[in-house]
C-alpha cells in the first residue's frame, strides 16, 4: 500500500513539481527593473507594493551582485536548480542584504519542495539509508509531519522484514509520534496512501506490533488486534493474520506447550493437568483461526503463493493437534474462516 508513493526524476524535481509547491512565494516578489549599467555599480529599483507611494534611498550595489540577483530571479519559473545555485550563491555571499529578503523564501520553498521530491524517490526504491537521512532534515524542519513520519514508520519495518534493523528503533519511535498525532486530532493534506484516519491508524498498530515482536510478542498480539479493530483496507491483508498467529506460538503456545510437557507429560491425568491442556488447547484454536484467514485471504495471488504454502502447513500441523490427527472439515473451516469475528486474548 506505501509503495504507491509518488516518484519524480530529477529532471522533473527542478521544473514543474516544485514550480507549484513555489506559486505563492513568485507570486509575492516585487517586480523588478534591473540594472542601471555602469562600470563600477548598478541599481535595483524594486518596489514593495506596500510601499509603492513612499519614496526610499535606493541601495548601492556591484555589477557582480546585480547580475547574480538577476541570475536568480529570471530562472525562477523556466531553470529552477539554476536559480536554485544563484540564490544559495546570493545568499552566501549577501546574507543581509535588502534583497535577500527576497531570494531567502523561494530557496527555503524550493529546498523544502525538492526534499519532498527526494524522500518519496527513495522510497520508492528502498533505499533507506538515504531515506532516513533525507526524512531527518524534513523533520528538523517540521517535526510533526505525518506524511513523513507514516513513510519512515513503514520504510523501518520493510527494512526490518529484509534482516536490516539499523533503522528500527527510530521508525518504531516515528510509528508512535504519527499515532499520538492523529489521536489527537492532527490531520495531514491527505491521508493518502491511505485511506482515511482509522486506515492510517490500523497500520500505523500493525508497524508498533512487527518493530516489537521480538521483544514482546504478546504485546504484538494486542496490538495486531487492536489494528484489526479498523474499519481498514488491512482486514484484507492476509500478511497480519500470519503474523498474529505467529505472535500467538511465541507468546503464549511455546510456554505453555513447554510447561504441559515438563509437568505432565507422560503422566496419568490430573485435574490440574486437564486445565493446562485446555489452556494450550485455547491457544491452538486461536492460532487455528488466524492462519485459517492468512490462507483464505491470499487466495490465488502469486504474490502470496510461497508464503501461503508456509501458512498451510503450520495450519495444518495445529489442525491435526486439535484433532487426532485428522484434517477433516479444514477446508470448510477455511472457505469460513473470514465470514467469523476474531477471538479475543482470554
Known sequence: MFSNCESRTRARRTRAPVASALSSVVAALPPCALLLLSAASALFACADPARAQQPSPTPQ?????????????????????????????????????????????????????????????????????????????????????????????????????????????????????????????????????????????????????????????????????????????????????????????ASQYDPLSQDYQERFAGKDPTDESRAALERVNAVVDRIIDAYARAVALSGDDAKYAEPQRRWTGELTRFYKFRHDGSTEGLDALIASAVSKPLPEIK
Not at 495531514?188 to 484516519?197: A, G, L
Open 61 to 249: 550595489i556591484t555589477q557582480a551582485q546585480a547580475e547574480l540577483y538577476e541570475r536568480w530571479r529570471s530562472n525562477i519559473n523556466t531553470n529552477q536548480q539554476v536559480a536554485f545555485d544563484a540564490g544559495r550563491e546570493y545568499l552566501a555571499k549577501y546574507p543581509a542584504d535588502e534583497y535577500a529578503r527576497y531570494v531567502r523564501p523561494w530557496i527555503e520553498a524550493y529546498d523544502k519542495a525538492a526534499r519532498g521530491l527526494e524522500f518519496q524517490r527513495l522510497f520508492k526504491s528502498q533505499r533507506f539509508g538515504e531515506l532516513y537521512a533525507v526524512g531527518a532534515r524534513i523533520l528538523r524542519g517540521e517535526p510533526d509531519d505525518l506524511r513523513t513520519l507514516v513513510h519512515l514508520a513503514y520504510a523501518g519495518y520493510l527494512a526490518s522484514a529484509k534482516g536490516d534493523d539499523t533503522h528500527s528503533a527510530d521508525a518504531l519511535a516515528y510509528a508512535r509520534r504519527a499515532q499520538s498525532l492523529i489521536e489527537s486530532g492532527a490531520k495531514p493534506t491527505d491521508w493518502q496512501p491511505f485511506v482515511d484516519k482509522d486506515d492510517a491508524l490500523a497500520y500505523l498498530n500493525f508497524v508498533v506490533g512487527e518493530l516489537t515482536f521480538k521483544d514482546d510478542p504478546a504485546a504484538s498480539s494486542r496490538l495486531f488486534l487492536r489494528a484489526l479493530s479498523f474499519d481498514s483496507t488491512l482486514r484484507r491483508e492476509p500478511v497480519i493474520y500470519s503474523r498474529l498467529a505467529a505472535s500467538y506460538v
